[in-house]
């Protein structure tokens, strides 16, 4: 059974940063594809950035040079390092894997940017 928990999320002021964590079990990240998504309120789900088990990240436009994603193989965990945070980042932000054609996601953690 996969299970993908996030952590990390809270309130933080326009300009800080942010660490999410996504503790993975039942899947081994190094060897499928991972990422973050996020949702805002009323619109669709996006992908955020990408992690391959192999090859280069990848990063939506408007966050490239601020967001980071890695992963810790030891700890089959992944990161999302968010810096320069602006209001329109604020989301449910959500970790996902895809494993053999089977997608899986988490149960989401609220980032919110608010002076």
């Known amino acids: 059974q996969v299970q993908l928990v996030e952590s990390g999320g809270g309130l933080v002021q326009p300009g800080g940063s942010l660490r999410l964590s996504c503790a993975a079990s039942?899947?081994?990240?190094?060897?499928?594809?991972m990422g973050w998504y996020r949702q805002a309120p009323g619109k669709q789900r996006e992908l955020v950035a990408t992690?391959?088990?192999?090859?280069?990240?990848n990063y939506a436009d408007s966050v490239k040079g601020r967001f980071t994603i890695s992963r810790d193989n030891a700890k089959n965990t992944v990161y999302l390092e968010m810096n320069s945070l602006k209001p329109e980042d604020t989301a449910v932000y959500y970790c996902n894997a895809v494993s053999r054609s089977y997608t899986y996601w988490g149960q989401g953690t609220q980032v919110t940017v608010s002076s």
């Open positions: 039942g899947i081994i990240v190094r060897y499928n594809t």
């Open positions: 992690i391959p088990s192999g090859g280069t990240t």
